[in-house]
């Protein structure tokens, strides 16, 4: 592949994975597509926003994810 086509599915890259940072899946891409693109899945990412403005864009750990899933599993069954 040459340096420019490299640069090129790179750039790709980078514009879905700051998709998946805000949460949504990419358009004409399932969640099987991401995986085999060795990509993260919506939830997996967030966005972090510097005091200067810079956006940092950091992967949750296993952990936080599972917890994040526990939390909103949550269904309160008491009467009112």
């Given at each position: 592949?040459?340096?420019a086509c490299e640069q090129g599915d790179q750039e790709r890259m980078w514009e879905l994975v700051e998709i998946i940072s805000t949460g949504k899946l990419p358009d004409g891409h399932t969640l099987d597509d991401l995986r085999a693109m060795g990509l993260p899945l919506?939830?997996?990412l967030y966005r972090e926003e510097q005091p200067d403005g810079t956006v940092i864009i950091k992967q949750?750990?296993?952990?936080e994810i599972e917890a994040l899933k526990?939390?909103?599993s949550f269904v309160c069954d008491t009467p009112t």
């Open positions: 592949m040459c340096l919506p939830g997996e949750r750990s296993p952990t526990n939390k909103n």
